[in-house]
């Protein structure tokens, strides 16, 4: 089916697409049970009071070293909502002996990652970085618990940062007040889960550093943290390093309690909240109610129900909202923290269908649940599905780490994790109906409508009066100073890398042509398989854009023998998932499921990639739903930025032609043309295969042998469309104008070489020093010395033919024109300044790393070995990406940085409310077309309705 249009840029963790069905449609097949291993840790205390948590895996070459501070939202003080986000950002950023973001180069420099979150109930901050570095790291967190440094300057900068971040997640998506803002202030009365956790610009901008460092020495030491780490270590060299760094930090001086004991009072009585926004596209209906925290025994049953009502295309919401035709997208979860949550259900409402009906029948689908016994096959799904994805999250030993981690801090238990999986393994269709009738109860509802009108909060102000919350008591301690760099402590040198063998590539041709590739990634039960046919969006007509991703899209609607409801119970049953998609040089099927149910969920993969036959009704109602969520995506100034950028590009060729279509494109595409489309396309001389996971190579080959080796068609294989990248095009300057932008988006655009040519990796080199990660020159002109932007990146994606290489970012509507010219100078300085070979050694590792972790997890292996097939590229090459950059010279990369990034070549596009900065466009490149959003046309390079003014 097609993908949620909720989560493109909206932010949205809370609302997962959800897509339900009829209880008789549920596959009646008894499934394999599906079991996820436990996680194995070991646990021990310091002192004082630091928690540690060790998770050894001596099958990967790197090693995950996570903070966890029992410091959320929740704690945030009076008047200072989003200060615990705030802070988050703050205590990453320097120390007494690391200058500021100095942690950024510490982890990319040796091919690392890292980052930071926070939540309602915690703030983690978190690493993955090749074993040797254990040290290094855990140095680095002594650093930020015992001595950071809390400054104006860094205050300063963050909170920018942050009002940048609110704006990009917040007020430029068109749901983004509503899951942020709408939801929480009536989910809750009296708890501070009512306020935003990403806080509000009036209360950052009202903070100061007094309150910063009030919060500091109020809520961190180690008696409010766990360090967890997982991956390939030594256990006893671990406690070593933990006692070495951790074990002389004091407990908190004057320690704040971080326990809540309030809890929230029951409703008596529903409430009505209709609410406003000023780009909402399509109206959204709903209901939410209060539910208990995390560790109540009602949450796995509630869990389950939650399952039942929303996971997957044969979940109930989907059956009554969306294959009706009433809605868009129906959502159902219920969201908890350790002291409540809350429980929701809405759709996001078909225009041509009636608000008073949407909600009719979610309340009709909850009265269901509340007086009927679910069936055994829709309970069996559901937990099927559940610990297929807990099968999914522990594939990994960071996987693992997080997974505890969050169960933790909502719980206190770390072995919460694997309670909660037993647990729902337990729950029986009594216990739904009990926990439906409880939860479900019409007398402690919210209804809540949202649809276009003013930004105006007062819309779904709570009617209950907002409690005063907690404050800090004063900071005693001085601010401290980076110190001066003789004077700095040096971060530890690396230890003695672990021996790690890199699983072996095997390949098999079958009689008909079909490619395989299998490698067994990993021994956690799980597997993903990635078929690869011809098409993708440079082969479809213009006037049919989104033609190839509409077949493979809707692939699993039906085929001679099942229906789609049938389908998708099959699939859910097993724990499998399954979905279609289409890039620009070809499309592809993925399907992922625990490996003891690979083999039947791959018999129904199989027969619907040869022989998918798009129902009328299905895709009359899915062509409507595709053209509804490209709707809310011209709402949103990142995702339009991004359309009109292609289409500049590559004018009137083939990579010129929108992969999701345009409204008009998709409204003309018939039954015929897929079902023509497939047969053209989906070939098995030009099919290739991918498995991967806890499998071994010979039996994926024999899995894929016995699924597609009998697959044969009369016709010839189809033959690549040519140079669909097309000649290059003239360098313009557009102004999408968007009155209602939360936020404009900024994009400059230069051609980049096609992935075989000799030219790739010394710019993919060249390129991570303009914008590759929080390390590239981009992130620190943009966000770090001036905090314009969340982020600001630049990157080219891998192609057949010549690639667009863009730098981009979100800003506020009034520094448009200075990010713009930041590109540029940026640009500039990349073609013109020599790269040095010590600059270039850590950029290789900082790409090499990223790659390496990719290639650990089934999914990662497939994504990038599809990648490199679609493009013409062998799979030995994802082996040999660390040696290809090793041997491009400085030399090259500043040839290709000079050859490709030049400034004057660069396209620039920037949607966003224009009357704020297009003086100030025009006095730098005068030649500047504006084009009304609602006048925009994608199908051409002249957009409809260029004109200079």
């Known amino acids: 089916m097609l993908r949620s249009i909720l989560t493109a840029g909206t932010g949205l963790l809370a609302l997962a697409a959800a897509q339900p069905a009829l209880a008789d449609d549920h596959a009646s097949r008894e499934a394999a049970a599906i079991t996820a291993p436990e996680i194995e840790f070991t646990q021990w205390t310091l002192d004082n009071g630091l928690r540690v948590i060790a998770i050894p895996d001596d099958t990967t070459g790197t090693v995950t070293t996570s903070l966890w501070y029992e410091i959320g939202s929740k704690l945030d003080p009076e008047g200072r909502s989003g200060f615990a986000h705030l802070f988050e950002h703050i205590l990453s950023r320097k120390t007494e002996n690391m200058p500021y973001n100095m942690i950024y180069g510490l982890t990319a420099d040796i091919g690392g990652t890292r980052n930071a979150s926070n939540g309602t109930d915690r703030t983690n901050y978190y690493e993955q970085v090749p074993a040797a570095y254990l040290e290094q790291m855990l140095w680095t967190h002594r650093e930020r618990m015992a001595f950071p440094v809390v400054d104006e300057e860094v205050f300063n900068r963050e909170r920018d940062v942050v009002k940048e971040e609110l704006r990009q997640r917040?007020?430029?998506?068109?749901?983004?007040?509503?899951?942020?803002?709408?939801?929480?202030?009536?989910?809750?009365?009296?708890?501070?889960?009512?306020?935003p956790g990403i806080g509000s610009i009036e209360d950052l901008d009202s903070a100061t550093l007094d309150d910063a460092l009030a919060f500091y020495e109020a809520y961190y030491g180690p008696d409010t943290a766990t360090l967890i780490v997982a991956g390939n270590f030594q256990m006893d060299q671990l406690r070593g390093l933990v006692d070495q760094y951790f074990g002389d930090i004091p407990r908190r001086k004057n320690p704040v309690d971080v326990t809540i004991t309030e809890r929230e009072p029951e409703r008596t009585e529903p409430r009505v909240v209709n609410s406003t926004a000023p780009n909402v596209p399509l109206p959204l209906v709903g209901t939410i109610w209060k539910l208990p925290g995390e560790a109540h025994p009602d949450m796995a049953a509630i869990e389950v129900m939650d399952a039942i009502m929303s996971r997957g295309d044969n979940s109930r919401m989907h059956a009554a909202l969306v294959r009706t035709g009433k809605a868009v997208q129906a959502v159902h979860f219920a969201q908890t923290s350790e002291e409540a949550g809350v429980l929701a259900q809405f759709a996001v409402i078909n225009p041509t269908a009636n608000m008073e009906e949407v909600a009719g029948i979610l309340v009709t689908e909850r009265d269901k649940m509340r007086n009927e016994r679910v069936t055994d096959a829709e309970l069996a799904e559901a937990k099927s599905e559940i610990a297929a994805s807990a099968l999914r999250r522990r594939e990994t030993a960071r996987g693992r780490a997080f997974e505890l981690g969050e169960s933790l801090v909502s719980t206190g238990d770390p072995y919460h994790a694997d309670k909660r999986l037993a647990a729902i393994a337990a729950v029986t269709a009594d216990d739904v109906r009990r926990v439906a009738q409880k939860y479900y109860d019409p007398q402690k509802r919210t209804d809540i409508t949202y649809v276009k009108g003013e930004d105006d909060p007062s819309s779904y102000a709570n009617p209950v009066p907002m409690s005063e919350f907690r404050t800090l008591p004063a900071a005693t301690g001085e601010i401290r100073e980076v110190k001066p760099e003789g004077e700095r402590m040096a971060p530890p040198e690396p230890g003695v890398s672990p021996e790690v063998i890199a699983p072996e590539i095997v390949e098999a041709t079958l009689d008909n042509g079909i490619k395989i590739v299998a490698v067994q990634t990993g021994d956690v039960p799980i597997a993903s398989m990635s078929v690869l046919v011809a098409g993708g969006s440079r082969s479809d007509p213009r006037d049919k854009a989104g033609l190839s991703q509409m077949a493979a899209a809707l692939a699993n609607t039906g085929t001679a023998d099942m229906s789609a409801t049938e389908i998708a119970a099959k699939f859910e049953s097993l724990g499998a998932s399954f979905g279609g998609g289409a890039g620009s040089d070809g499309a592809s099927f993925s399907l992922t499921a625990p490996v003891v149910n690979m083999a039947e969920a791959g018999k129904v993969a199989a027969s619907i990639i040869r022989g998918a036959t798009f129902p009328e009704d299905e895709l009359a109602r899915e062509r409507k739903r595709a053209i509804d969520g490209l709707q809310v995506s011209l709402k949103d100034p990142g995702a339009l930025s991004?359309?009109?950028?292609?289409?500049?590009?590559?004018?009137?060729?083939?990579?010129?032609?929108?992969?999701?279509?345009?409204?008009?494109?998709?409204?003309?595409?018939?039954?015929?043309?897929?079902?023509?489309?497939?047969?053209?396309?989906?070939?098995?001389?030009?099919?290739?295969?991918?498995?991967?996971?806890?499998?071994?190579?010979?039996?994926?080959?024999?899995?894929?042998?016995?699924?597609?080796?009998?697959?044969?068609?009369?016709?010839?294989?189809?033959?690549?469309?040519?140079?669909?990248?097309?000649?290059?095009?003239?360098v313009r300057t557009i102004v999408v104008d968007m009155p209602d932008a939360g936020q404009a988006s900024v994009i400059a655009a230069v051609r980049a070489p096609e992935r075989a040519s000799a030219d790739y990796y010394p710019l993919v080199l060249a390129n991570s020093v303009l914008g590759g990660g929080s390390s590239g020159r981009l992130f620190e002109e943009v966000r770090t010395k001036r905090s314009l932007s969340y982020g600001a990146y630049s990157g080219f994606a891998s192609r057949a033919d010549d690639s667009i290489l863009t730098a981009s970012a979100q800003t506020k509507n009034e520094s448009a024109d200075e990010v713009a010219q930041l590109f540029l100078d940026e640009f500039t300085r990349l073609g013109s300044e020599p790269l040095d070979e010590d600059l270039l050694a850590k950029r290789r590792l900082y790409l090499s790393g990223g790659y390496s972790r990719s290639l650990e997890t089934s999914s990662g292996f497939n994504r990038i070995v599809a990648s490199l097939l679609q493009q013409g590229i062998g799979p030995e090459e994802a082996a040999a990406y660390a040696s290809r950059l090793e041997s491009v010279t400085a030399a090259e990369a500043n040839k290709a940085a000079g050859d490709y990034v030049d400034p004057a070549k660069a396209t620039i596009v920037i949607v966003g409310d224009a009357k704020q900065f297009i003086d100030q466009i025009r006095e730098m490149r005068p030649d500047v077309e504006v084009i009304a959003a609602t006048d925009l046309d994608l199908s051409s390079a002249d957009f409809g309705a260029a004109s200079g003014e």
Do not use: C
């Open 170 to 195: 917040v007020l430029a998506p068109p749901y983004g007040r509503f899951s942020r803002f709408v939801i929480p202030e009536n989910a809750y009365d009296v708890l501070p889960h009512r306020r």
């Open 642 to 730: 991004r359309f009109v950028v292609r289409t500049a590009m590559y004018g009137d060729a083939g990579y010129g032609t929108q992969p999701g279509g345009t409204t008009d494109s998709l409204a003309a595409i018939t039954r015929d043309d897929l079902a023509q489309h497939r047969a053209e396309y989906w070939h098995p001389e030009a099919t290739q295969i991918i498995i991967s996971g806890g499998i071994a190579p010979d039996k994926a080959i024999e899995l894929a042998t016995s699924l597609f080796g009998d697959w044969s068609v009369e016709t010839a294989a189809p033959a690549a469309p040519a140079d669909p990248a097309g000649a290059e095009q003239p």
